[in-house]
C-alpha cells in the first residue's frame, strides 16, 4: 500500500470523527454487539499455506475465523452502508458497502475506491491490481487499486439484465457474466469488447461456479436446474435437477467427484458426477436459504452458510456420500425474547429466542456460545421429512435459572406458549432435563421461576393456580389456590432469600404472599390495575410491579406497602429489571425509549431512544453492562455503564428533555467510542458550571487544594530516600575514555596538551570571578526578603512554594543562608504566622513548620536571644487557640448526631 493511500485513510477517519457526535445517554454507552454470525451476503474463504480462514458479512463489519478451530479472530470497523458483497486477494479483505469497495487488512480499513455515481454494488471480482464490482445499475465497473480511478465502465443493454460474474480459470482479462433473461456473454475488460454470448439456457440464471475442468462451469437456474457447460465448445455437458432456486454450488477437489447445490429451503443436494446421479440430499441443513457452499481443497469438508445466521462444517468419511456435522458457529436466527445473566462469573447471559431454542452467549469469548441440545431433532427431520423448527418446542414465554444446585441436577425451568408443561434443563450438561412438570388443571403455564435454594420449581397456571414441583425429581408437591388465592392467569412468580414465602403476581389486580410450607396466602396487596409482570431483588426484599397502567410500582415486601411509583412511559412496557444494587429501576417501553428510575430519589435520571423497540434487557450482576434484545435484531447488545469510570449526572430530567436517539452496538466496539475530550465537553455542558471559592468565611480553617502527597511525602522524605538509595556504589568512570585523542605510534598513548591546557584556562577564569558578584539567594529566600519587606504579606512566597515538590522545599529549608541575624529563619516563621493569621494552607503550615524545626531546632535554641522565639510562641498560641476551636465543634457534632441515633 502506497504512502499516499495511508494519508487518504487517516484523513477520512479524522474527517469521520470530526462529524460523528457523541453516541450516548447519561449513563449509557454503546459498547458491542453479540450472537452474530452470519446474515444473506455470500462468505468468503482464503488459505495461507495449511490454514484456512472464513469471513462472514455480519450488517455493516465482517468477521474472519480460523476455519481449524472456528474461533474469532478478529471484527472489522464498521462501514457507512451494510456490505453487499466481499472477496479476498492475498492477506486483504475486500468489502463493497454502497457505491464504495474498501479494502481491509486484518480488520482495519487499507485502501478505498469508487464513490462517485449513484448505485450499489452487488458483486465484486479481484483480478490482480484491478476490482471488477456488478452494480445494480446494470453495469459492470472496473477500477485500478493503484491510481483508484475508474478503469472502464461496461453497460448491458435492457435485453440483458446482469445477475452474476465469474471469472473463469486460465482466461486472462475475460469475465462471464449471467443474466436474468437467462443467457451469459463473455467480456474481455482490457479491450472492453464483448467476445461472445451464449444461447437461452432455460431459466434465469442466479449463480455460476468454475468446475475443477478448464473450460467448464456450472450454471444454476431459477427452476432447480444445474448445468455443466463448457464455454470454450459453447455446449452443455450434463444437467441435474433440484427442488426451487438454485443459490449456490461448489465441487469437490479430492478423488471423489462430487458437486454440491443449494437451494431456498436449508437442504443441500450431492450429486455424483462419475455416476451422473444423486448421491444424497442433506435435509433442512440449515433453517434458511443456503447462501454459500465451499468444498476445502483436497479435503473432504463441506462448509455451509445459510441465512440462519449459522456456518457449518460437515465432514465426509471415505466411499460415503452421507455427510455428518464436524464443527459450527451459529446464533438466533429469530430475535431473542427474553434474556439473562447467569453462571459461576455471571459473564454468560442466557436468552431464548423466537426461534424456539434456549442459547448460551459469554460476553468474553464467542467461542464459548452454545445451544442447548432438544434431543435428535435432526434425525427425526430427516425420518418425517420436516424441519427441525417443527419438531423443536414451543417458544419460550417464560423462564428461570438458579446456580444453586447446577453440579447436582438440572437448574433451568422453561415455560413455552400454549402450552400447559414446563420444561428443565441442565446448564451444566447443555442439554434438555429429563422431567416433564404438567400443570394439575391442564392449563396452560404462563410464567415460572426456581426457589432460592434451587430445589423446587413453580407454575404459574392460567387458571390462577400455582403448582410446586420438586427439581430433582420432577415430583408434584403441592398446588397454591383455593377461595383466598387468584382467580385469573398468574404473570409473575419469586421466592424469598430463605424460601418462606412466594409471591405471586396476577391479572386480577393483586399480588399475594404466600407461604410455602402451609401453601396459604399470609398478605395480599391491591392494586389499581392488573399486573404485568413483576421483579424481586432478593437483597433488599423489594418487588418492582409493572402494571396495565404504564405504572412502575415499587414494594417494599417487608411492610407490604407501596414505596415508589415511576410514571412516563407512553407505550406498554416490554421489559425492565433492576440494577445490582438495587438503586435503579431499567425500563423499556414500545415508545421506543430505555429509562433509568432512581429508586432513592424517586426520579428518572436517563432515558434514551433506539429505532428498534427493546424487547428484553438484563443487568450485568458486576453492574459493568446493560445487554439488550431488540425486536427484528437476532443478536444481543451490550451498553456500558458510564457511571463506572466516568462522572455522570444523577439529575433529575425534566419532562422538556431532548432525548436522544442512539444507534445499536456494533461488532466490534470501537464505533461511539468518543475521546476523553468528547466525554469532558458533554458532561461540562450537562452538568452547571460551579465557581467554587477559596475560603468561605474568614472565621474558618481552610486546608489547601493540594494533593495529600505533597504535604505528607515532605514529612517523611528522609524515609523515602532510604527506601530509593541505590543498592550499588556508582562506578568510576574509565581513565581514559574512548573520545581521548591518541598519538601516533606502535604503543598506544593518549594526547593529553589538550586537556590540560583547558584545565588551566578554566582555574585562570575561575580565580578571575569576583566574590561580590556571587548571589546565593535563591527565588525560595528572595521572596521571603520580598514577603517581609511588604508589610509581611507572604501570599505571593506561599503560592510559590505550594508549586514546589517535597524534595525542592526540603531543600530549600536546608538552604537557608545563615547571618548573625537568623533574618531567613524569621522571615519564614513570619510566614507561617501569615498563614495560620488567614487560616488558609492550614495542612500546608503544619507540615512546613515540622520541618523547619527539625532542620533548624539546635540552631535557634543556640540563640536565646534572637526575636525568632517571640515569633514561634505567637504560633504555639494560634495553634493551640484554632485547634480548641476545631476540638469543641468536633465533640458538639458527635453528641448531636449520636442524639439523633438513640431518639
Not at 392467569?489 to 424469598?496: A, E, F, N, R, Y
Not at 450482576?621 to 447488545?637: E, K, Q, R
Not at 455522570?648 to 431532548?658: A, C, E, F, G, T
Request: proline share 3%.
Amino acid at each position: 500500500m502506497s504512502s499516499e493511500t495511508t494519508i487518504d485513510v487517516k484523513k477520512r477517519r479524522i474527517d469521520n470523527d470530526k462529524k460523528k457526535s457523541v453516541n450516548h445517554s447519561r449513563i449509557y454507552q454503546p459498547f458491542r454487539a453479540i450472537g452474530y454470525v452470519t446474515n444473506e451476503v455470500p462468505y468468503v474463504i482464503n488459505n495461507f499455506g495449511n490454514e484456512y480462514f472464513l469471513t462472514t458479512c455480519v450488517g455493516n463489519s465482517f468477521q474472519t475465523y480460523n476455519l481449524g478451530k472456528m474461533n474469532l479472530l478478529f471484527v472489522s470497523t464498521p462501514t457507512e452502508k451494510p456490505i453487499s458483497a466481499l472477496a479476498t486477494y492475498k492477506k486483504l479483505v475486500f468489502a463493497a458497502a454502497g457505491n464504495y469497495v474498501i479494502g481491509y487488512k486484518r480488520g482495519k480499513e487499507v485502501t478505498r475506491v469508487g464513490g462517485n455515481g449513484n448505485f450499489n454494488i452487488i458483486q465484486i471480482l479481484i483480478l490482480g491490481a484491478y476490482i471488477a464490482a456488478l452494480c445494480d445499475d446494470n453495469t459492470l465497473k472496473l477500477w485500478d487499486t493503484n491510481t483508484k480511478d475508474l478503469y472502464t465502465e461496461i453497460e448491458f443493454g435492457e435485453e440483458f439484465t446482469a445477475t452474476y460474474i465469474l471469472h473463469p480459470s486460465t482466461y486472462l482479462n475475460k469475465i462471464l457474466v449471467s443474466s436474468a433473461q437467462g443467457t451469459m456473454q463473455i467480456w474481455n475488460i482490457r479491450t472492453n469488447k464483448m467476445i461472445y454470448q451464449f444461447k437461452y439456457m432455460g431459466a434465469a440464471i442466479t449463480c455460476l461456479a468454475q468446475s475443477p475442468v478448464v473450460d467448464v462451469v456450472a450454471i444454476g437456474l431459477l427452476d432447480g436446474t444445474v448445468v455443466l457447460y463448457n464455454i470454450k465448445a459453447d455446449e452443455k455437458i450434463d444437467s441435474v435437477r433440484q427442488d426451487d432456486r438454485v443459490t449456490a454450488i461448489t465441487f469437490r477437489t479430492d478423488e471423489e467427484q462430487v458437486m454440491a447445490t443449494g437451494n431456498m429451503h436449508g437442504d443441500v443436494a450431492l450429486w455424483d458426477l462419475s455416476e451422473r446421479r444423486l448421491a444424497h440430499i442433506m435435509k433442512n441443513a440449515h433453517d434458511g436459504y443456503i447462501t454459500s457452499l465451499t468444498f476445502l481443497h483436497n479435503q473432504p469438508i463441506l462448509v455451509t452458510a445459510a441465512t440462519d445466521n449459522s456456518v457449518k462444517q460437515w465432514i465426509f468419511e471415505k466411499h460415503n456420500a452421507v455427510p455428518n456435522p464436524f464443527k459450527s458457529r451459529s446464533g438466533h436466527h429469530a430475535p431473542p425474547s427474553k434474556i439473562k445473566y447467569f453462571g459461576e462469573n455471571m459473564k454468560t447471559i442466557l436468552s431464548a429466542g423466537r426461534d424456539h431454542s434456549l442459547r448460551s452467549f459469554s460476553t468474553i469469548r464467542d467461542a464459548q456460545n452454545y445451544e442447548f441440545s432438544q434431543g435428535h431433532l435432526a434425525k427425526k427431520a430427516k425420518k418425517r421429512g420436516i424441519s427441525i423448527d417443527e419438531l423443536k418446542l414451543p417458544q419460550i414465554i417464560d423462564f428461570d435459572v438458579n446456580d444453586a444446585k447446577v453440579k447436582e441436577w438440572d437448574n433451568i425451568i422453561t415455560c413455552h406458549a400454549n402450552d400447559n408443561a414446563c420444561r428443565i434443563w441442565s446448564s451444566k450438561l447443555k442439554k434438555l432435563g429429563d422431567h416433564l412438570l404438567i400443570s394439575t388443571d391442564k392449563t396452560a403455564v404462563k410464567t415460572t421461576c426456581i426457589s432460592s435454594c434451587g430445589n423446587f420449581g413453580f407454575l404459574g397456571c392460567a387458571s390462577g393456580a400455582i403448582d410446586m414441583y420438586n427439581m430433582q425429581s420432577g415430583l408434584y408437591r403441592k398446588t397454591f389456590s383455593g377461595e383466598d388465592g387468584h382467580k385469573k392467569p398468574i404473570t409473575g412468580l419469586t421466592t424469598d432469600t430463605i424460601n418462606r414465602y412466594l409471591i405471586s403476581a396476577s391479572v386480577d389486580k393483586t399480588i399475594k404472599i404466600w407461604e410455602i410450607k402451609t401453601a396459604k396466602v399470609v398478605h395480599t396487596i391491591d392494586l389499581e390495575s392488573s399486573v404485568v409482570s413483576i421483579r424481586h431483588h432478593k437483597d433488599n426484599d423489594l418487588l418492582a410491579v409493572v402494571c396495565d397502567d404504564l405504572g412502575i410500582r415499587v414494594i417494599d415486601l417487608e411492610t407490604r406497602k407501596v414505596i415508589r411509583e415511576f410514571w412516563g412511559h407512553k407505550n406498554r412496557i416490554t421489559d425492565f429489571t433492576f440494577s445490582p444494587d438495587s438503586r435503579w429501576i431499567i425500563s423499556a417501553s414500545l415508545d421506543s425509549t430505555v429509562r433509568t428510575w432512581d429508586l432513592p430519589t424517586g426520579a428518572m435520571i436517563d432515558i434514551f431512544k433506539i429505532e428498534d423497540i427493546v424487547t428484553c434487557l438484563a443487568f450485568s450482576p458486576d453492574g459493568d453492562f446493560l445487554a439488550t434484545g431488540h425486536v427484528d435484531n437476532v443478536g444481543i447488545f451490550l451498553w456500558a455503564n458510564r457511571t463506572q469510570y466516568a462522572n455522570v449526572s444523577m439529575r433529575n430530567i425534566p419532562d422538556d428533555y431532548d432525548v436522544k436517539l442512539l444507534s445499536l452496538p456494533t461488532l466490534n466496539g470501537l464505533e461511539d467510542s468518543d475521546s476523553e475530550e468528547e466525554e469532558d465537553e458533554d458532561s461540562d455542558a450537562e452538568v452547571e458550571q460551579m465557581n467554587t471559592v477559596e475560603q468561605l468565611t474568614d472565621q474558618m480553617i481552610t486546608l489547601s487544594m493540594e494533593p495529600r502527597a505533597k504535604w505528607q511525602n515532605l514529612l517523611h522524605l528522609d524515609t523515602i530516600k532510604l527506601r530509593n538509595k541505590p543498592k550499588e556504589a556508582p562506578k568510576l568512570p574509565e581513565k581514559a575514555p574512548f573520545f581521548l585523542p591518541t598519538l601516533p605510534g606502535a604503543k598506544t598513548q593518549f594526547d593529553l596538551s589538550s586537556t590540560n591546557n583547558t584545565e588551566q584556562e578554566d582555574e585562570l577564569k575561575s580565580r578571575e570571578i569576583s566574590f561580590s558578584q556571587l548571589n546565593t539567594d535563591t527565588e525560595y529566600s528572595k521572596l521571603l526578603r520580598t514577603g517581609h519587606a511588604s508589610d509581611k504579606k507572604y501570599q505571593q512566597f506561599v503560592d510559590y512554594a505550594k508549586s514546589l515538590s517535597p524534595s525542592a522545599i526540603d531543600l530549600e529549608l536546608r538552604s537557608f543562608t545563615i547571618d548573625t541575624e537568623l533574618s531567613l529563619l524569621n522571615y519564614f516563621v513570619e510566614a507561617i504566622l501569615y498563614m495560620l493569621n488567614t487560616r488558609k494552607n492550614f495542612e500546608l503550615a503544619q507540615a512546613w513548620l515540622s520541618v523547619f524545626l527539625n532542620i533548624h531546632g539546635d540552631l535557634i535554641v543556640s540563640n536565646p536571644t534572637n526575636s525568632i522565639h517571640e515569633k514561634l510562641k505567637l504560633v504555639l498560641d494560634i495553634q493551640e487557640s484554632e485547634f480548641g476551636r476545631l476540638s469543641e465543634q468536633i465533640h458538639y457534632s458527635l453528641c448531636l448526631i449520636d442524639f439523633a441515633r438513640r431518639t
